[in-house]
Each structure stands twice: as C-alpha cells, then as structure tokens.
C-alpha cells in the first residue's frame, strides 16, 4: 500500500518513512507542504534556541497559515520554558499560540483515560499542562478566535499530559456565533519513557500512514498492475472533494448569512445590551434598501433617510420580554421635540422593538401575544409616530430574500402612522396566478 500523508519530522533524524526529517539546526522546509509535522521538542535545548530562534519565527508564521488548510502538527513536549534575554520568546515559539507545560514528574494515570496507541510508549510522566496564552495570534480567516481543547490524557489528579488543541475563528461573539471555521489540530503529547524518540515517531508516522506496512519512497514509486489508474482515480476524487467542501462551505456561509436575521425575533430582555438587536435591525433596514445613520452620542439609537424624499426621520430600537412599553414611546418622543417635523413623509419617527422577545414562536411566527397594547398605539397616532415590531421587519426579510416586492412595505415605515404590519404586495404576476 501508499503512503498517503507526506510527513515531516523536526528535531529527529533517522525516519526513513518519513516524507522529510530534519534536525532543528538544519534547513526546515516549508511546513505546508506536509501532510503531518511532528515536531520533537525534546531535542531543543536552550543553546539550539538561542540559534535558530528567527528560523523558529519563520515556522510559526508558515505553520499560522498552514493548520487552517491542510496540515495537522503533533509535539512531543518538554516543560514550556523562557529565555530572560529574548523574553517573551520560549521553546514553543514556532506555535502559533504558546502552551505552558510545567515540570513535574509522576507515575500514576487517569484510569478513564485510554493508555494505547502512542500512550504505551509513555509509563511515566514530566510534564503538566498549564494553560495556554494566545494573544499574539492572528486571525487568518474571521474577525475572532478560540481555542479549542480535547484532553487525551490525565495523571490520577486530573492534570493533563496530552492535549489537542484547535483554532476556532468565528464572526459574532460568544453567545451567537456565525461563519466559523477550524484549524486542523496541534497535539501535544507527552515524551516516551520506556522507549527512545526515535520509536516513539517512527509509530507515529506509521500510524498516520494508514497502512499494514510501511514502503520507503523509492518503492512506493515502483508501478504495479494498474496502480497508476487508480492513484489517478483517487487523485480526481480527491480534487471532487475539495470541490464539494468548497460548495459546502459557501453554502453554510449562506444558511449562517440567512440566519443571522433570525436574531430579530431572538434579541432583547434582560440582562440583553441591546447593541446586537440594534445592528441586526440596521442591517435588515440596509437589505431593504434604507439608508441608516448612527444616532448621535446619547440621543436615538439612529436615523433613517425616505428612499424617495430624502427626509430623515430617528428610530429607537429596544427588545423586551413584555409588550412595546409606553416608556419606549416617550423615550423616541424625547429625541423628536428637537427635530425640525419632515414636510414629506408623515411620520416623525420609527419605534422598533421585539416584543415577548423570550417566548417562542412555531414555523408560522405564531404563538405570541400582541406586540403592542391599544393605548401605547392611540398615543402613538397621536404623536405621528410609526411602530413596527421586528416580527414584521423579519417578515419582510423574509420576502426581500425570496424575490418579493417589499416597495409598500418601505413607504408604510415613512407614511403609516401609529402599529405597522407587513402586508405582501400585489403584483401583475400574482393578480394572474
């Protein structure tokens, strides 16, 4: 059988399975181009360090971009430590984040955790993780980042020896996250005792070789039968997968870009800021073709411009887990009195709230109460002012993004006052059908 995975061994010589090893003082070669790298720290005294620490810059910076597409990193560890001449810099400067392991030593495990695999080679322990500090690391592909850890084993305290860790980059924050993506893993694992390196990674590189036995290069380019069809067949299949995760991922970016707007129904109640449902409104304003100012420092959440005439007109914007109350009303009231009243348009301003914002809706956006009571719309009315629960501005969302006309539905925003509800357009086409 072929190798499948190209592999590369830093800080160890004599793999001869290997794609590449190389020890640290020698020349690396570009880390993406491997399939695997396996780093062996074990190697990498405080002297070698001092010398290669701007090749260890340049690996950091290739490998930063190399996990997030197709290399996977593995580490045997030794404790995390710094050089007081070039601090901040440390044995694991060629990581794109900076794991801290300590130096302690035991012999005792976690009895739930697996002690197979790579793990027999490990009959003792020296090194605990810590924690991890990553607030160099640079995004490569969103506007933010975690990480990710998965434990694989445990002394009998619970501390961990062996860890894998990813990069999540995402846009949104911690409780609604969107358009995420992962790096593949960097695994840290703990040194060998009761075997050399060398054997621990020679395992390593067969067990990622997915093979019964293991061939050296030059006989793996011996053809046999029709071996080169079929490696053609598997390289067309796989050039047919990386094609479909690319259609896959555009069209997750599309579910998570529909998505977002669902937060019009979600945002709102206590403890709630109010700035995401005042960005996702703005957004939803913006697909329907409104233009949308920030509010000035202290006064109206924003303004809005008529398509049409041009006038602007402020809107407060506010999620409760109650009806829109009166207190909103009067709050939008406030900002108005200062205002030169549109000669155009009939409404003085747009009040926008996701009312019962925590009680849950079924498929048809049924199953709340009114959004607005009677006396806060007659005082509306009579103040020229408009109200549209978000149900409404989801719903003409909803229609913007199927292909409907939503032309009235603007107009209604400028020139209805007092509740606002979205009504679908008539058209020659629907007339006919």
Known sequence: MTNKKKILVIGSKNHPLASKSVNWKEKIPYVGDFDIVIFNLQSLDAD???EILPKLETIKKDLTHAIGNNTEVICITQKTFFDNSIQPHTNYHWCP????????????????????GYFKFVDKWSNIYVNCYSEDYKTQKRSHFELEKKSLLRNKANKILGIKIYIREFEGESSYIYDQTYSNPITFLPPPTNSSCEVAINFLIDLYNYSEFSLPQWAIDINLANEKEI????????????RLK????????????????????????????GDRLEDIVEEALEVLGIKVKKGKKGEEDRNILDPISGEEIPIEIGGMEKSIPEKKLAQLLKWITSKEDPKIIKTRGLLIGNAYSKIPL?????GRPPAVESNVIKRAIACDISILPTIELFKAIKAKKSGEVVSDFIQQLFNEIGLINFKKELTSETVLN
């Open 362 to 366: 079924d498929k048809d956006l049924n």
């Open 97 to 116: 984040f900076i794991p801290i392991f300590e130096e302690k030593e035991g012999e005792e495990f976690n009895n739930d955790d697996p002690k197979s």
């Open 48 to 50: 070698i360090f001092k």
């Open 231 to 242: 490696n053609d067949d598997i390289n067309k299949n796989q050039q047919e997968i990386t």
């Open 246 to 273: 690319s259609e896959i991922e555009d069209a997750s970016k599309e579910i998570d870009e529909l998505n977002k707007f669902k937060q019009l129904l979600t945002e709102g109640g206590e403890g709630a800021t």
